[in-house]
């Protein structure tokens, strides 16, 4: 059994997101396809604010998305949980350039991350 601090389901249905993202890749890659993950931000209910601890599962994606990017894996493409939200940012956590909203203060922080990813993969 995983660790319960670090599950992404439910605790009824813990599993280790990481050990999902491989698997997913695998199977990916064995159908010869690409793998693309998208709408994951973490461990509710904070997902990708207001904290950097809350960004712990984000960044865990991204250096997969990385590492699997580098090995010429099957996984290149991914969306990170409630981009710019615009519809929703007074009932959601959402990934808002400069925010200033308590839940959205680490919101550059959190680009900052994808930007890296980013680099890191085109480099």
């Known amino acids: 059994m995983p660790d319960k601090s670090k599950c992404y389901f439910e605790e009824e249905r813990c599993a280790d997101?990481?050990?999902?993202?491989?698997a997913a890749?695998?199977?990916a890659a064995a159908a010869g396809a690409l793998l693309y993950v998208g709408e994951y931000?973490?461990?509710?209910?904070?997902?990708?604010g207001p904290t950097l601890a809350d960004q712990a599962w984000p960044r865990t994606v991204l250096r997969a998305q990385v590492n699997s990017s580098k090995a010429r894996g099957a996984w290149a493409l991914s969306t990170l949980w409630a981009w710019e939200c615009y519809t929703h940012r007074a009932d959601l956590v959402c990934?808002?350039?400069n925010g200033t909203a308590p839940r959205e203060n680490a919101s550059n922080a959190?680009?900052?991350a994808v930007r890296?990813?980013?680099?890191?993969?085109?480099?």
């Open 41 to 48: 931000g973490g461990v509710g209910p904070n997902f990708t």
């Open 17 to 22: 997101g990481t050990e999902v993202l491989a």
């Open 25 to 27: 890749e695998a199977e």
């Open 95 to 97: 990934v808002w350039p």
């Open 110 to 112: 959190m680009i900052d």
């Open 116 to 123: 890296q990813a980013d680099a890191q993969m085109r480099g």
